[in-house]
């Protein structure tokens, strides 16, 4: 009951004791009215809460960041009696609560609200109320509705004709390596050193455990031919780099998926998750969900993750790198990559210029070593265009042309 519902019960019964104290009959009307439009607002309001389905639907089959988003509603309750005035409380995440007053029509509630200009994420949708109220304001009730589904906004990627990385100066022995087959040798089991056999195949843990030389058995596997491995640093997201980060990252992916090539999505997370696109169907849909999500939750080092040879990022004929901060293990890393005659290139995103009053900085150290040995390397900072950070540079497309 509200406020002003006990407020009414309390005149009514008041109204009543003091026509019976009184002998003013004229009294007694006015209280049993007040008494009836008490437990009229109470049965109505009784009757009325029952379980719900709501359903959700928006105004986009895919929503990318920055866009506003119409979310519609609709209440269907399992009782005949609809209440006279519901509102529809839903929580969206970290986007918070909203309040929507329903309309009636055919048997059903309706309603919508609009959310503006949607930052790039995953936004599950929680537990929904339903606030019931008869006509008169004086009993309220809650339905509780089963939560569930999320919404999902896509990164604003950009086109890209041709990648900074594929500039021939920074081409194997200066060409240009047009056709490259995706595949490499991947760890089968360990047996023991045969006479004669190269040393470079000795497997030096398995050696030092047993006391005599093992050797790694590998079998012909096939290979992704791009990895574009997103460092979701926690320590390195600055305002909003890190969905800078994430709209690189997707871009160049989306580049080489265009192009037919065997692609990976490495994302060095909490979670560590990663997503092969080998196809502009499924792969390419669950690629976006994942950038989609992606949080800068990552504690792990991502020089140790570009360690693990098994993992898809160093298995990969090319390596393209997408972080905020350099550390210099992630450095030699690259260069010793690219000193073993492997394809690598890095993508930074100077995350200090993302910080209101900013004054601009002297080149990271880190940057002209990794350019002095050929890694191309592509500098976003605050306000840049992404296209033409990350797309050749023009004196190349000059001279392609």
Do not use: C
């Amino acid at each position: 009951m509200t406020r002003n519902g006990r407020l009414a019960l309390a005149l009514g019964a008041a109204t009543y004791v003091a026509a019976w104290a009184f002998g003013s009959e004229p009294l007694y009307p006015i209280a049993t009215g007040l008494l009836l439009v008490v437990l009229f607002a109470w049965a109505s309001v009784r009757l009325a809460k029952k379980p719900m389905r709501l359903v959700r639907t928006t105004s986009a089959h895919e929503q990318l960041e920055g866009e506003d988003l119409r979310v519609h509603l609709e209440l269907q309750p399992e009782g005949r009696v609809l209440p006279v005035s519901v509102v529809l409380v839903d929580e969206v995440g970290r986007l918070g609560e909203r309040r929507v007053p329903l309309r009636r029509g055919d048997g059903r509630l309706f309603g919508s609200y609009v959310l503006r200009r949607l930052p790039r994420g995953r936004y599950p949708f929680g537990e929904a109320r339903a606030l019931l109220e008869d006509p008169f304001g004086l009993e309220q009730a809650e339905v509780k509705l089963r939560g569930g589904g999320a919404l999902l906004v896509y990164p604003r990627l950009v086109e890209l004709d041709r990648l900074f990385s594929e500039t021939g100066a920074h081409s194997i022995d200066g060409r240009r390596l047009l056709l490259r087959r995706p595949s490499g040798f991947e760890l089968h089991s360990v047996r023991e050193y045969v006479h004669g056999e190269s040393l470079r195949k000795v497997h030096w843990r398995t050696t030092a455990r047993r006391g005599q030389l093992m050797v790694k058995d590998l079998e012909d596997s096939p290979r992704d031919e791009v990895a574009v491995v997103l460092d979701a640093d926690a320590g390195a997201a600055v305002g909003e780099s890190f969905d800078v980060q994430v709209r690189a990252a997707g871009s160049i992916l989306q580049a080489n998926m265009r192009r037919g090539r065997r692609s990976v999505l490495v994302v060095n997370s909490a979670a560590g998750e990663a997503q092969r696109v080998h196809s502009s169907d499924g792969d390419w849909r669950r690629a976006l969900e994942l950038l989609a999500a992606a949080e800068p939750t990552g504690r792990t080092p991502l020089a140790t993750l570009l360690t693990v040879e098994e993992s898809p990022a160093a298995r990969a004929l090319d390596l393209v790198v997408v972080t905020a901060r350099i550390a210099p293990e992630l450095a030699d890393r690259l260069v010793q990559r690219v000193l073993g005659r492997r394809r690598a290139a890095l993508v930074y995103v100077d995350a200090p210029s993302f910080a209101n009053g900013s004054a601009p900085r002297r080149p990271e150290p880190a940057l002209l070593r990794l350019q002095a040995v050929g890694v191309p390397v592509a500098v976003v900072r605050r306000g840049d265009d992404l296209a033409a950070a990350l797309g050749a540079p023009p004196a190349e497309e000059a001279a392609r042309a």
